[in-house]
């Protein structure tokens, strides 16, 4: 689903490069990994996949699996691991106070274990929580303590998040010009170790910026770039959004045919995903449009479609 944003020049911003989900075993020992430690795993490993393929629930249950068995054998790296994945799951459906608290608890175990990354992607995870708070300034300062201990290690794909989070940072101060050189930092990084996720992020994260200047051309060729790597790594909930983004600038445009073309795209996709608050928002989209275009009976198709999603089960 689309994270709730500060003013509609943020709708097409996307979050996700900022949580960062991690999974690992801790270690690089040769020695065969106990039972219940790889039992844990495998259930994180299996709630990261949920994710990417936008099924929180699964995701959820699989994390929360994950944690009682790290629980069970008080293994604190992967008890924050799976703390820090739950965080992850609450932020992108939109419940960000409990995200918050699932963020500082695993940042107080890795603290306390003196696991710099662990604290470094809780760092970076609760300045993007603190950023859909609507607390910018707070965020950039996450952010750049985050980005210290990437630069220290020397880990580059890394930096390329922070850097982009960092430019949504200066987005919402509405320093658009540092924003923008923070985007193109990040893809310059990603482009040079192929992280295609991350370049559809920091492509969106362009888009957005040059339709909130009405530059229509540039936007458009932003999204379109963010959509052909979402593409490439068939990321479905990114390729929503890039599809929603291109409809949207389209519409502004006045190119309504266009704009109802990416609106049909995007609502197929998230249809397949199941994410009923992006259902909706593409079949109001999708009605309107219709209506606009003199289709009253396409439009009430549609509008049919949303009142079924919305009523109750008798």
């Known amino acids: 689903m689309m994270l709730k944003r500060i ?28 039972k219940q430690r790889a039992r844990a795993m495998e259930l994180d490993r299996k709630g990261a996949e949920f994710f990417h393929q936008g099924q929180y629930k699964k995701a959820l249950d699989s994390f929360q699996k994950g944690l009682h068995v790290h629980e069970s054998i008080d293994h604190q790296e992967g008890v924050a691991l799976s703390l820090n994945n739950l965080g992850t799951v609450y932020q992108t459906t939109g419940e960000h106070l409990r995200a918050l608290d699932f963020y500082q608890r695993a940042l107080a175990i890795n603290s306390e274990t003196r696991n710099e990354e662990g604290q470094s992607l809780n760092l970076n995870n609760i300045g993007s929580v603190s950023l859909s708070l609507g607390k910018p300034q707070a965020a950039l300062e996450f952010f750049q303590k985050s980005l210290a201990i990437e630069e220290k290690k020397g880990n580059i794909k890394g930096q390329a998040i922070r850097w982009n989070n960092i ?9 658009n010009d540092r924003a923008l050189e923070c985007y193109l930092r990040a893809k310059k990084i990603n482009e040079k170790i192929e992280n295609f996720w991350g370049i559809a992020d920091n492509l969106n994260n362009i888009g957005a910026l040059y339709e909130s200047k009405k530059e229509w051309s540039r936007a458009i060729e932003a999204f379109q770039g963010a959509l052909e790597m979402d593409k490439k790594i068939e990321n479905s909930v990114g390729i929503s959004t890039d599809l929603a983004n291109l409809g949207r600038v389209f519409e502004a445009m006045g190119e309504k045919e266009k704009a109802l ?23 109001s989209k999708i009605t309107s449009l219709y209506e606009a275009l ?8 549609f509008r049919q479609r949303a009142q079924e999603l919305t009523s109750p089960p008798k």
């Open 7 to 34: 003013g509609s020049i943020f709708l097409s911003v996307l979050f996700l490069s900022g949580l960062l989900l991690s999974i690992s075993s801790g270690c690089a020992s040769r020695q065969p990994i106990p």
């Open 167 to 175: 430019g949504l940072a200066y987005r919402f101060l509405q320093q």
């Open 261 to 283: 073309n990416h609106y049909l795209r995007a609502w197929r996709v998230n249809e397949y995903l199941g994410l009923k608050e992006r259902i909706l928002q593409d079949l």
């Open 294 to 301: 003199g289709k009253p009976e396409e439009a009430r198709k």
